[in-house]
């Protein structure tokens, strides 16, 4: 629907219009949308798209913010599909161009399909198995890996693929520090405890070992 100033720009009293029901306002009155039907084909692709379902397309842009995916049987002319970055992989990524590329062909699972904004929100990462399940029973491991990122209350370090974890400032040293800049470079190799896996949170907690690596 083409942007309006004022909604007598596309509609006028007494007009016929078909409209989703998208809710209700106070008094029982329904809260509409004729964005959703504006388009036929698009509103019958989008029904037909249920959450759960697993689709195909081709990456049509890659932005910093997620993935447009050309998907397959949706009308002419349109691009539906959408990943943010948190859907695109169990891999720690700095940019969506780490994952994909521009014509790539990706099978991705619906997370649910948009009436209103035309739109399919995919995830790829619901397709993989989590990296964390098989690392579960690492807990009381010593590892060594490179440091692939430091934050102002710690370092992340990659303990194996798609597996990273947390090691907090107050691990590092016993000195007030503010900051691990002074401490550690990332790249830098360093040996860690593994404290816990926690899967509900997808997130690893490390632990010091005495005299171990950067330390």
Do not use: Y
């Amino acid at each position: 629907m083409r942007r309006a100033e004022h909604p007598s720009e596309l509609f006028e009293i007494g007009q016929e219009i078909e409209a989703e029901e998208i809710g209700h306002w106070r008094e029982g009155q329904l809260h509409l949308s004729a964005r959703a039907c504006e388009v036929p084909a698009l509103r019958s692709f989008l029904l037909a798209t249920e959450r759960g379902r697993v689709v195909t397309g081709t990456v049509s842009e890659v932005h910093n913010f997620g993935v447009f995916v050309h998907l397959d049987g949706e009308p002419d002319g349109l691009c539906t599909g959408f990943i943010r970055v948190p859907d695109l992989t169990w891999t720690r990524i700095n940019h969506p161009s780490e994952a994909v590329e521009p014509g790539q062909r990706v099978t991705a699972e619906v997370i649910i399909a948009e009436t209103r904004s035309g739109q399919v929100m995919l995830s790829l990462k619901a397709l993989q198995e989590d990296p964390l399940i098989r690392f579960a029973d690492q807990v009381g491991r010593v590892l060594t890996g490179p440091i692939t990122k430091i934050i102002p209350f710690g370092v992340f370090v990659r303990l194996a693929p798609g597996v990273e974890g947390l090691l907090h400032l107050s691990e590092l040293t016993d000195e007030p520090v503010e900051t691990p800049d002074g401490l550690v470079d990332e790249g830098e190799l360093i040996t860690v405890r593994v404290a816990e896996v926690d899967l509900q949170r997808h997130r690893v907690r490390l632990g010091a070992v005495a005299g171990g690596g950067a330390f």
